[in-house]
Each structure stands twice: as C-alpha cells, then as structure tokens.
C-alpha cells in the first residue's frame, strides 16, 4: 500500500490516511508501522523510526481534529473546541530540530516531534485566512487540500488520484448520451 501526498500540506495529506469517510472508511493507519512507513514516505518528514503507542495514539486523535477543523473551516464554523485543544496539546510538545542544507530543510528528531511538528503546520494553514482549503470533488473521495491553483479553481485532491477517474466517467457518459439506439444494442 501507497500513500497519496496531493493535498498540499503534510497535516492534510496526514488526514487523507483515511479514506471514503463517508461511505466506507478505510484506515490507512492500522498499526505503528504504518505511521512509520507514512513519515517515511512523507516528503516533509524525515523517516521516524520507533513509533510507540503512545506516539500512535497522538498521532490518530491529530489526524481527526486537523480533519474536523479542516472541516468547519470548509463550511464556515466556528472551530470546535474539543478538536482545537487536541490540536494545541500536540503543537505544544517539543517539536524536532531543524537545518537548511544544500539540500533543503532537515528535520531531526523522534516520532513526536514530527506530530508537534505537523501540528503546528496545521495551525498555521488554519489560521490562514487566505488559505484555499476544499474537499475533493469525487463523491467517493473524502480528501481535504490546499487549492494553489489560479484562480482557486482546481477540483480533485489530484489528478492522478481523482481528477483522471472523473474525467474518464464524463468520457464514458457523453459517449453513452451521443451513441444511437441502434449502437447501444450492439
């Protein structure tokens, strides 16, 4: 299994780990090594090796309260209160340390630190009011993102992930819509 980092923004992308919400979710994070193998996938965090329970928990109870927040920020609601003290207790822990190099930014630090440090990217893009925040526009997909695109006018959580899924189920309905009757049997 794969993991998709299209929403622009690791503490969404962290969020997309459960997928068809609301349909059939499906956790993508079933087990500690999961979120290890999600950090190390992850191109903003460095592989966290060692993800305790503890870690793990944190970790999941993150995920929801930067979705829920994601959420009414979406719809225009006021945050809730629950979600948002989730999300500041996790901010607050100590967070990794941090390098540039010829290579870009280096995070060091353990599996915690990492949670600190998405949470506060979370924080960050929430309290941004100029922040394009949306939700994917396949029915099946419940995946939030960050629009950058001009106007704000991008669709799908990604192209390969949806945007390829729903231009292909158009294709197919106009093909349907112009064939005659006579090709329909056929």
Not at 12 to 23: A, Q
Not at 30 to 37: H, Y
Not at 112 to 134: E, G, T, V
Request: glycine residues 6%; charged residues 30%; hydrophobic residues 40%.
């Amino acid at each position: 299994m794969t993991f998709a980092f299209v929403s622009g923004n690791a503490a969404l992308d962290l969020t997309g780990t459960v997928e068809s919400r609301r349909d059939h979710p499906k956790d993508l994070l079933d087990t500690p090594a999961s979120l290890e193998r999600w950090m190390g996938e992850c191109r903003v965090l460095p592989d966290a090796a060692n993800v305790d329970t503890r870690t793990f928990a944190s970790a999941l109870e993150l995920r929801e309260a930067v979705y829920r927040l994601a959420r009414d920020r979406i719809e225009g609601r006021p945050f809730t209160h629950e979600h948002l003290q989730t999300l500041n207790a996790v901010a607050s822990e100590p967070t990794p340390d941090i390098e540039l190099t010829d290579a870009g930014v280096k995070l060091t630090g353990d599996a915690q630190s990492m949670l600190a440090y998405l949470a506060r990217d979370a924080i960050a893009l929430l309290a941004d009011n100029d922040a394009q925040l949306k939700e994917c526009g396949r029915p099946e997909c419940t995946r939030l993102y960050l629009d950058r695109s001009r106007g704000a006018r991008r669709t799908w959580c990604g192209m390969k992930e949806c945007g390829d899924r729903m231009k292909a189920a158009a294709y197919r309905s106009r093909k349907r819509a112009s064939a005659s009757p006579a090709d329909v049997r056929a």
